[in-house]
């Protein structure tokens, strides 16, 4: 019998956020068959035409980016990541003490290490 109430009072913890869930789903569902079955269909030329910033495309659209490009994206996302790590050490500063200090510091000089190096590859030239 104990198991039964224990369970009954999980789910009954729960049944809010799985009711929340479903209504999000159902919302997202009906909006878009909703939209499919009310939306008016005229598919004229000139609609189902390519558009591209109001001109008309003149080249292909799957040319390849400069992986120079791809270089400097990751190296955004890493840094920015890395500093991300600085808000939650800050918050919690006062309990951690000296050692929490000399690791961030650790973490602090790697990062600085990391652009240093990639600064003088040039990896952070825009050319």
Known sequence: MAGSELLLEYLSRYFPILMFVFVALAFGAGTLLISYFVQP??????KLSTY????EPFSDARMPFPVRYYIFAMLFVIFDVEVIFLYPWAIVF????????????????????????????GALEWD
């Open 52 to 55: 591209e910033c109001g001109s």
């Open 94 to 121: 006062n309990k951690i003490g000296l050692i929490g200090l000399v690791e961030m510091l650790i973490f602090i000089g790697l990062f600085l290490v990391a652009y240093v190096y990639a600064w003088r590859k």
């Open 41 to 46: 269909k005229y598919p004229e030329p000139e």
